[in-house]
Structures are given as structure tokens and as C-alpha cells.
């Protein structure tokens, strides 16, 4: 499975910033897929993950601003940033999950300034 992450950028605080990430390769019709992200001198920590039915699931600092949703005919999720924090500043990366097999995809640098 190969994962190809786009839609990282610079942004001001308060601002916006969608993030996509298309899979491909040997895609299973149930699998779990994500994003988690990665500070500076931080471990990398989970952000949101979406099933395949639509089950999510946030990490509560992002609730109620970030909105993972994904489009299964084109084997894509995608992250909504809204009301974006200098502490979400990080790589994010996507991860897909099926059948015990994890994987992620390039990393995509997310800065927002204050």
C-alpha cells in the first residue's frame, strides 16, 4: 500500500487548511485510516482515524476544530483544519491499517504562526 499526502502549508493562526492523503495498491474494503502528526522533539501522537463504515475517532485537542471524513470510491481521506493553533504545527502523516498490516505515508509539514 502506497499513501501519497498532500495540502500541508503555512497558515496563521485562526486559519484553515485541508490535508488529503490517497491510497493505493492492495486496498482491503475494511481498513482504518488516519492522520497523526509529529512536533519538534515530540513523539508522534494520533490525530483522528476514520473506518471504513465512518466510525472517527479525535484526539481531544483537535475535537470540535479538526473533521477527518473520507471518499472509499477514490480510497482518499482528508482533514479539515479549522481554528488552527501554533501548537498544531507538526508533520502530519496519513496511516492505513487492515489485517494487522500499518502503513504511512510521506509526512506533510503543517506550520501555523501566531
Known amino acids: 500500500v502506497q499513501l501519497q499526502a498532500s495540502g500541508g502549508g503555512s497558515v496563521q493562526a485562526g486559519g484553515s487548511l485541508r490535508l488529503s492523503c490517497v491510497a493505493s495498491g492492495r486496498i482491503f474494503s475494511m481498513n482504518l485510516m488516519g492522520w497523526y502528526r509529529q512536533a519538534p522533539g515530540k513523539q508522534r501522537e494520533l490525530v483522528a482515524t476514520i473506518a471504513s463504515l465512518g466510525n472517527t475517532n479525535y484526539a481531544d485537542s483537535v475535537k470540535g476544530r479538526f473533521t477527518i471524513f473520507r471518499d472509499n470510491a477514490k480510497i482518499t481521506v482528508y482533514l479539515q483544519m479549522n481554528s488552527l493553533k501554533p501548537e498544531d504545527t507538526a508533520v502530519y502523516y496519513c496511516?492505513?491499517?487492515?489485517?494487522?498490516?500499518?502503513?504511512w505515508g510521506q509526512g506533510t509539514l503543517v506550520t501555523v504562526s501566531s
Open positions: 496511516n492505513y491499517n487492515s489485517l494487522g498490516s500499518n502503513y
